[in-house]
């Protein structure tokens, strides 16, 4: 007797999605396919270079030597490239999955490879932990999806959880959810997310890349450091989907 391949839940997803909504461009919003041969180019071109985006994020965490943690971002967070994000995110546009984490994984590849980062080639990869309420929002988690592409002996997902929903949040972590304006650079890398380190998952000192979506002011990442620290990894680097423009002039003056 033969097994059954289990249905994949994000298939069934998608195919729910293509019966209940109209098949219109889920970037420029044509009518007639989820995804527009000229979208789908643009979107590709956007995404066919990494590059270096750590300039842009004035909260990411700082190195002993006082220079932000090094990211690499497949693309800039503008344009085609920001509704396609967003669209694939909050607007259930699965069918930008293959396109989008393949560009994270070519990301991946090169922040790996990036000489300017000690210990990168062999660091794993954590990815910010998906919440329970934006889950069941979705039905989906969009990371989980974007690094679900790649070897699964690189990801770890158990080094940081998120809370559980319905978890009162402790008390230090009052003041994570509050606005970003008006808090300095500072005070945004020191927000906890309540987010639950697991020590002795890995070696001690074991290098970690961190993994996110979207980069704008680095704040999410900087969260993430902490509570990769607290686990026992090292946080070396970070790889990013998208990221904002880098300014025009030197750091100073931009959640994420």
């Known amino acids: 007797?033969?097994?059954?391949?289990?249905?994949?839940?994000?298939?069934?997803?998608?195919?729910?999605?293509?019966?209940?909504?109209?098949?219109?461009?889920?970037?420029?919003?044509r009518p007639g396919t989820r995804l527009c041969a000229g979208c789908a180019a643009e979107v590709g071109r956007r995404l066919a270079v990494p590059r270096r985006a750590e300039e842009a994020a004035l909260a990411l965490p700082l190195g002993p030597d006082g220079t932000p943690l090094p990211v690499t971002a497949a693309g800039t967070y503008a344009e085609e490239l920001a509704t396609a994000v967003l669209a694939f995110k909050d607007h259930h546009a699965l069918v930008l999955r293959p396109l989008l984490a393949d560009a994270l994984a070519r990301a991946v590849a090169v922040a790996r490879l990036d000489p300017s980062v000690p210990r990168a080639a062999h660091a794993l990869l954590v990815p910010v932990p998906g919440g329970a309420a934006g889950h069941r929002r979705r039905g989906y988690d969009p990371l989980g999806e974007l690094t679900g592409a790649l070897p699964p002996a690189w990801v770890r997902r158990d080094l940081v959880v998120a809370p559980r929903l319905g978890v009162p949040r402790p008390p230090w972590a009052a003041g994570a959810a509050s606005a970003h304006a008006g808090a300095d650079a500072r005070q945004r890398r020191g927000r906890d997310r309540g987010w639950r380190a697991r020590p002795g998952r890995v070696r001690p000192g074991t290098p970690v890349l961190l993994v996110d979506d979207v980069l704008?002011?680095?704040?999410?990442?900087?969260?993430?450091?902490?509570?990769?620290?607290?686990?026992?990894?090292?946080?070396?680097?970070?790889?990013?989907?998208?990221?904002?423009?880098?300014?025009?002039?030197?750091?100073?003056?931009?959640?994420?």
């Open 1 to 29: 007797m033969t097994g059954t391949a289990r249905p994949d839940r994000t298939s069934l997803l998608e195919g729910i999605v293509d019966l209940v909504l109209p098949a219109d461009c889920a970037v420029c919003a």
């Open 216 to 256: 704008t002011t680095g704040a999410t990442l900087a969260a993430l450091a902490a509570a990769v620290r607290a686990a026992g990894a090292d946080p070396v680097g970070a790889v990013v989907l998208a990221a904002v423009a880098p300014p025009r002039h030197p750091r100073g003056g931009a959640e994420g």
